[in-house]
């Protein structure tokens, strides 16, 4: 982790509303703001927590993005997941206080990391963050049902397709636009994340680019058609 850390307060950060439940009495955040909530910096490839390291904060992400991964008994990494500004990540250790994968910056970023003992006795006391937690989590379980599906049932224009139109809804909830990003991912790791090799990845870009859905440049995106790319789904496009 980075040595670079200050104190933040929730209080004072306009992505509150993002992480937090909305509505906190000022009152309940200045509770928040008393629970020495640390913010960290990061470096491209840095590594926010490791396999096996023991469990002791929630982290939510600043400003950057983070990939979670396995390791595998070869070696090989297996992406679980992208995190991006907003998000909270560390969920995966709560049940055994050790976490199972790795996050690791994709960029040069920050956290605030949220003392979990504090934050679960607090959210006791206020009970919509209690369940803002809940929800957190319940997104969580959400999110590797649909991981499960796009693995079991998708064919490889379906599962990228929705990997860029889940991006596109994230990026549309913080204001950004929902058509024209960049992928802090390279290709090699959306097939990992997709269960997809690198060269079925790159066919599905350019077979979405071929037929005026997306234009590609590098890691430049641009959903030309949004209604097209919600088509390739469960049929053929």
């Known amino acids: ?7 933040s307060t929730c209080s004072s950060c306009n992505l509150a509303e993002l992480c937090l439940p909305i509505g ?12 020495g909530i ?12 490791r396999s096996g390291d023991k469990f002791r904060s929630l982290f939510a992400i600043n400003n950057g993005s983070f990939k979670t ?15 991006m ?8 250790a709560i049940s055994t206080d050790v976490h199972a994968c790795e996050a690791v910056a994709m960029e040069s970023g920050m956290v605030c990391e949220l003392p979990f003992n504090k934050l679960e006795t607090l959210s006791r006391d206020i009970p919509s963050l209690q369940r803002h937690l809940h929800k957190i989590m ?4 959400v999110r590797d049902q649909g991981i499960m599906l796009l693995l079991g049932s998708m064919r490889a224009e379906e599962r990228l397709a929705a990997f860029l139109l889940n991006l ?10 929902p058509t024209r990003f960049h992928l802090r991912m390279s290709r090699q790791e959306i097939g990992s994340y ?27 995106i641009e959903i030309i058609n949004l209604a097209d790319l919600k088509a390739c789904i469960n049929s053929s496009c």
Do not use: C, N, W
Not at 69 to 83: A, I, K, M, P
Not at 138 to 141: A, C, L, P, Q, T
């Open 194 to 220: 997709l269960g997809l090799k690198l060269e079925t990845v790159s066919r599905a870009f350019s077979h979405f680019q071929e037929a005026g859905i997306i234009i590609v440049k590098v890691r430049a």
């Open 168 to 177: 596109s809804q994230r990026y549309a909830t913080r204001g950004l636009s």
């Open 38 to 49: 640390q913010k960290r910096s990061f470096l491209r490839s840095d590594y926010l927590y």
């Open 138 to 141: 319940s997104r969580e379980i």
């Open 85 to 92: 500004t907003g998000e909270i990540i560390g969920l995966d």
């Open 1 to 7: 982790m980075s040595t670079t850390a200050h104190k």
């Open 69 to 83: 991964q396995v390791l595998h008994e070869d070696g090989r990494e297996q992406v679980t997941g992208f995190q």
């Open 24 to 35: 906190l009495t000022a009152p309940e955040m200045q509770r928040l703001d008393e629970l």
